[in-house]
């Protein structure tokens, strides 16, 4: 497996994979802000807002390969405010139903800290769905559960559940000693 990060151009070049592994995780019950079906022109869409922010540079997209077939992608979304320049947000971790439990999750998650230490971005914290699978795996990679959110968000199939936050620090700023990133 490879993982590689996408410009915007890359993003643009792979969106007929990208909406496919979306629609996959749809499908197979992820609540990733999408309800069923999922139709092609929104998950177009949604990979065009991604494609945007990438080259704004308030995203990063990654995604992981198997043998040239996408079979995950992680985002990392920047916060671009003066005083958060120390944290992003992990978004969409997607897996393909066919490539889980394969190690795709951990080595994408692996290669957003990498990409969010470079960055100096020593805060990163998420968002799942509260009891899902995706819970062992943060607490597995270190992530802490801060708590949740009641009826936050729908499945892709309708029904409405708590949503569960949580962080994992890199490595700790000194404020006083920031400098702007």
Request: with cysteine; net charge neutral.
């Amino acid at each position: 497996m490879q993982v590689t990060m996408l410009d915007a151009g890359g993003a643009a070049k792979h969106t007929p994979q990208l909406r496919a592994l979306l629609q996959d995780a749809v499908a197979h019950g992820a609540s990733v802000g999408f309800v069923k079906p999922l139709l092609d022109a929104a998950a177009d869409g949604y990979w065009r807002e991604v494609s945007g922010a990438v080259a704004s540079g308030s995203r990063i997209l990654l995604a992981a390969w198997q043998d040239n077939v996408l079979v995950g992608t992680v985002q990392l979304d920047l916060c671009m405010k003066p005083n958060g320049r120390n944290r992003a947000e992990v978004q969409k971790l997607l897996v393909h139903s066919g490539a889980r439990r394969g190690g795709v999750a951990t080595n994408l998650m692996a290669a957003a800290e990498i990409q969010a230490l470079a960055l100096c971005r020593g805060l990163l914290f998420l968002d799942t769905e509260a009891g899902s699978g995706a819970e062992a795996l943060y607490a597995r990679l270190g992530y802490t559960r801060v708590g949740e959110l009641p009826e936050y968000c729908a499945t892709p199939d309708g029904a409405w559940r708590a949503t569960a936050i949580w962080y994992k620090t890199l490595f700790v700023r000194d404020a006083a000693n920031a400098t702007a990133a």
